[in-house]
């Protein structure tokens, strides 16, 4: 069975390509465009996988994951975070 997939990046293109490919393996995919956005899909339903930019444009990701993982609400312990580097 696949994993619930959220994919936290502000490039829609590479979104779109990143969830046809997770989809496509049989994943459970959705989409944030931001920061804000990826956290509150997170609380409202915690996925098995995140997959984020390092840089979004309302904050870093590794502060963002730094926020998941701290946060009380969050009741998924198995949470885990993946980044896509910026090749800028």
Do not use: Q, Y
């Not at 619930?4 to 502000?10: A, G, N, Q, S, V």
């Not at 779109?16 to 804000?36: C, D, K, P, Q, Y």
């Not at 009741?75 to 800028?88: A, G, Q, T, V, Y």
């Amino acid at each position: 069975m696949g994993k619930k997939i959220l994919i936290i990046e502000d490039h829609p293109d590479a979104r779109r390509v990143f969830s046809l490919i997770l989809g496509s393996a049989g994943h459970e995919t959705w989409e944030a465009e931001n920061a804000h956005e990826g956290m509150k899909k997170t609380l409202a339903e915690p996925p098995d996988l995140i997959l984020m930019d390092v840089s979004l444009p309302d904050e870093r990701g590794f502060d963002l994951a730094r926020r998941i993982k701290h946060n009380p609400c969050n009741h998924k312990d198995s949470n885990r975070c993946m980044f896509r580097l910026d090749p800028k």
